[in-house]
């Protein structure tokens, strides 16, 4: 006879908690920060719910972020999981502390305006018998596909059998429980790739042709359980918020159910950090490919929308780098400090940090994601503890000392994140229904230049060129003046252009545009001019 041990809450210890504030209204321009509990301490430890409420939350605002996208709170028994072996679907992780702590932490996200979301794990389970949903009734099929189909080659976990009622009531329930319990408002699906495809994905390179998605390879049963999620959530909670985590590019996904289509309201736009990845890994600076940069940035699906994000918890995972840590590698120890030398290495990387963000912002997609940390180039990476490290929590936490040491150079790249998303709170670009249009986008001077919701973006991605008189193509006359710039002394800049400046336009078509005008553009810089008459 085997026998599970399991921790339950006793009731009686504490006191029910509350909820004091309403949801938010469903935000229009959606500005999310993935994050993780647990490691969003200094110290070298697992934080609490109560600390990351009390002590976070408060960043996350000023940051001008207003989404919380939480990750791990289903619980796990493997902490370095990154919560991705969900053991127990219906219990919040007791690992940061109680249900009632998490409900505080929901509700004071609440408080400040942010909506919460949480990272649900529908496309698999942990393989754990004792404590987890495998073989519950002592066979491999209770929630699983039996034999080859039920178990997932790389994740080493189950797979469910969305065909079966029992399958659909227990998840279906499950993410009601998440927003009637706990305040939760959207989700983002995990791991929708492998849910859509009887292949899961593996070894599969998407190019786009219908073929690929349309046929036998095509799970068609996890296809409508998804669509039946997302229908249950939108009719019996219009203002709920659904995020796809797919790859693969399924056309209609991000459609109504009403239309066939999966439900989804955002799809994760995954080709782009992987392409800034590619580059800072592959290519010297003087040869990337700026029409392809454009390309990937703009590719997504026509009135699909997408949530655009420079990197992710992906990127920062030991085993890969931050852009931060591609940019700067070892250098970040010795030359962060305002004190030291800047040297080119330092430069050069807090120069490209801030343009990849802001073209990646504001030309990537409808909404935008950054992960804890990376708004101010969080050095290393993120290994959870584990046998292979000694079960060390050194590098599964987020320094923000970092941040607030006034000597560090952490704080310019925070300072431009947090500005990026205020002129996107002012303008709203990212929920304008304006894609953006881009009018330049020149191979050998590096520049790309486009507009969006009437703001004028100007990148010069060049090493070593600055253009004066430049002429680029405006659609609205008037006179404009710089709102957002790169090179601020304020953002760690070397303030080479003049703020003052007004710039004119004249009444003659360039690039696709009904007007012009001329502007300075220094190497490595990026700004954003907006009307001022």
């Avoid at 919380?68 to 219990?91: C, D, K, N, P, R």
């Avoid at 969080?378 to 320094?399: M, T, V």
Wanted: charged share 25%.
């Amino acid at each position: 006879m085997e026998i599970v041990s399991s921790i339950f809450p006793n009731l009686r210890l504490f006191q029910k908690y509350r909820m004091r504030y309403k949801r938010p209204r469903r935000p229009r321009s959606l500005r999310i920060y993935e994050c993780h509990v647990g490691i969003a301490s200094d110290e070298p430890k697992v934080a609490s719910y109560l600390h990351f409420a009390d002590r976070v939350i408060p960043r996350i605002v000023q940051l001008g972020y207003n989404a919380i996208q939480l990750m791990a709170i289903m619980e796990h028994a493997y902490y370095a999981s990154f919560g991705y072996q969900v053991t127990s679907f219906f219990a919040a992780s007791s690992r940061y502390g109680t249900p009632e702590e998490l409900k505080y932490l929901v509700d004071t996200a609440h408080s400040q305006g942010l909506v919460v979301f949480l990272d649900v794990v529908h496309s698999h389970a942990s393989k754990n018998v004792l404590d987890g949903l495998n073989k519950f009734d002592g066979s491999n099929s209770c929630y699983f596909h039996d034999g080859g189909r039920g178990e997932h080659s790389l994740w080493d976990s189950r797979l469910f059998n969305y065909k079966s009622w029992e399958v659909m009531r227990f998840l279906l329930s499950n993410i009601r429980w998440y927003l009637e319990e706990y305040g939760f408002d959207g989700f983002r699906f995990d791991g929708v790739s492998s849910m859509l495809y009887h292949t899961h994905g593996i070894g599969h390179g998407f190019s786009g042709d219908y073929n690929e998605y349309f046929g036998l390879n095509t799970d068609t049963e996890a296809f409508n359980y998804l669509q039946l999620a997302n229908h249950l959530l939108h009719s019996v909670y219009p203002d709920v918020v659904t995020i796809a985590e797919d790859v693969s590019g399924m056309p209609g996904l991000c459609r109504p159910v009403s239309e066939g289509g999966g439900g989804f309201d955002y799809r994760l736009g995954m080709a782009i950090p992987d392409k800034w990845i590619e580059l800072l890994k592959e290519t010297p600076d003087e040869q990337w490919n700026i029409g392809n940069i454009v390309h990937t940035l703009t590719n997504r699906r026509y009135q699909e929308k997408t949530v655009a994000y420079a990197e992710s918890h992906d990127q920062a995972l030991v085993g890969d780098k931050t852009i931060a840590f591609w940019l700067m590698d070892k250098e970040m120890y010795d030359f962060m400090s305002v004190l030291s030398p800047l040297t080119g290495i330092i430069d050069r990387g807090m120069a490209l940090h801030k343009m990849i963000r802001l073209i990646t912002h504001a030309l990537g997609g409808e909404a935008y994601l950054n992960f804890i940390g990376n708004e101010f180039g969080h050095p290393e990476w993120l290994d959870f503890p584990r046998i292979g490290n000694n079960e060390s929590y050194h590098y599964a936490r987020r320094q923000f000392k970092l941040v607030d040491d006034d000597l560090l150079r952490y704080k310019f790249l925070y300072a431009f994140d947090s500005a990026m998303n205020r002129l996107e709170t002012k303008h709203g670009w990212l929920g304008s229904g304006d894609p953006g249009y881009v009018s330049c986008k020149h191979e050998d001077d590096k520049v790309i230049v486009f507009e969006r919701t009437s703001l004028i973006f100007v990148f010069n991605f060049h090493m070593s060129k600055s253009f004066t008189d430049y002429k680029i193509g405006i659609e609205a006359p008037g006179k404009y003046k710089i709102v957002l710039d790169s090179d601020a002394a304020e953002f760690g800049g070397h303030s080479r252009l003049d703020h003052s400046t007004n710039y004119f336009t004249f009444n003659e078509g360039y690039a696709g545009r009904r007007n012009h005008a001329f502007v300075y553009i220094p190497c490595r810089v990026a700004f954003v001019l907006a009307k001022s008459d």
